[in-house]
């Protein structure tokens, strides 16, 4: 195994603490996210330390319009832009899911869309999720969402996915081949950058009670959702 000199160039020693800066400057922007084109980063690693949430604009509360996982009368509402075809998004699945369970009818999810435009199927599983429930209603959309991010986002699927809920597959492909919803997932995008999501997954945690709101962007370790969630239940 080759080995450095003992008195190496000066020059070398300068160029490698150069590097470590950039490599640590990376390294604490890292959110767990996909973030759009322009941004400081495409993808990063998720990291234990909370970073400092980036300011929430206007943000768009919970309605009856939305897909809501979790008892309609918790005091928390996880607003959770997306996209069906971002590995951190199904990655972060789970997560969203465990708090629900674990806040047990405190905390409920609210799913909205945010296709990425480098996603060639996001824009189009979004809308086959919003004609699921359009005939199934709040149950078939979850039951869409899931074996999306677990079984794949390509179209040839979908058909699969219909016929096992019980949907009408005629009603489904017309729906899914006319746009119908294509309007509405611009429409959860623009609220979204309305209120600061900039990637994906991008959180919005709200009080439905007091409208306190904070952003926690990315696939972050659950921990860090559970200190912002028990702020506001305080």
Same mark, same amino acid.
């Given at each position: 195994?080759?080995?450095?000199?003992?008195?190496?160039?000066?020059? /070398? @020693?300068?160029?490698?603490?150069?590097?470590?800066?950039?490599?640590?400057? $990376?390294?604490?922007?890292?959110?767990?996210?996909?973030?759009?084109?322009?941004?400081?980063?495409?993808? +990063?690693?998720?990291?234990?330390?909370?970073?400092?949430?980036?300011?929430?604009?206007?943000?768009?509360?919970?309605?009856? !319009?939305?897909? +809501?996982?979790?008892?309609?009368? &918790?005091?928390?509402?996880?607003?959770?832009?997306?996209? /069906?075809?971002?590995?951190?998004?199904?990655?972060?699945?789970?997560?969203?899911?465990?708090?629900?369970?674990?806040?047990?009818?405190?905390?409920?999810? +609210?799913?909205?869309? /945010?296709?990425?435009?480098?996603? &060639?199927?996001?824009?189009?599983? @979004?809308?086959?999720?919003?004609? !699921?429930?359009?005939?199934?209603?709040?149950? &078939?959309?979850?039951?869409?969402?899931?074996?999306? /991010?677990?079984?794949?986002?390509?179209?040839?699927?979908?058909?699969?996915?219909?016929?096992?809920?019980?949907? *009408?597959?005629?009603?489904?492909?017309?729906?899914? *081949?006319?746009?119908?919803?294509?309007?509405?997932?611009?429409?959860?995008? !623009?609220?979204?950058?309305?209120?600061? +999501?900039?990637?994906?997954? $991008?959180?919005?945690?709200?009080?439905?009670?007091?409208?306190?709101?904070?952003?926690?962007?990315? !696939?972050?370790?659950?921990?860090?959702?559970?200190?912002?969630?028990? $702020?506001?239940?305080?």
């Amino acid at each position: 195994m080759s080995e450095l000199p003992a008195k190496s160039n000066p020059w /070398f @020693a300068v160029s490698m603490g150069l590097v470590g800066v950039i490599v640590g400057y $990376g390294l604490a922007l890292g959110t767990g996210g996909i973030s759009l084109p322009g941004t400081t980063a495409e993808i +990063v690693e998720p990291t234990a330390a909370a970073p400092t949430p980036p300011p929430v604009g206007e943000v768009t509360p919970p309605s009856d !319009a939305d897909h +809501v996982r979790g008892s309609a009368d &918790a005091e928390i509402t996880i607003i959770e832009y997306s996209d /069906f075809e971002c590995p951190f998004c199904s990655r972060h699945a789970p997560t969203i899911d465990q708090l629900v369970e674990d806040y047990d009818g405190k905390v409920n999810v +609210v799913f909205r869309h /945010f296709p990425l435009s480098f996603h &060639a199927n996001a824009q189009k599983a @979004a809308e086959a999720s919003e004609c !699921a429930a359009d005939q199934g209603g709040n149950d &078939a959309f979850w039951g869409f969402h899931d074996s999306l /991010f677990t079984e794949g986002v390509e179209p040839e699927k979908y058909d699969d996915y219909a016929t096992e809920l019980g949907l *009408d597959l005629s009603e489904f492909n017309d729906c899914l *081949d006319t746009d119908k919803f294509a309007q509405k997932t611009k429409d959860d995008m !623009a609220s979204g950058s309305k209120g600061g +999501v900039r990637g994906t997954p $991008g959180n919005i945690i709200y009080n439905n009670e007091t409208e306190e709101s904070e952003m926690v962007s990315g !696939a972050q370790p659950i921990d860090n959702f559970k200190a912002v969630i028990d $702020g506001m239940l305080k």
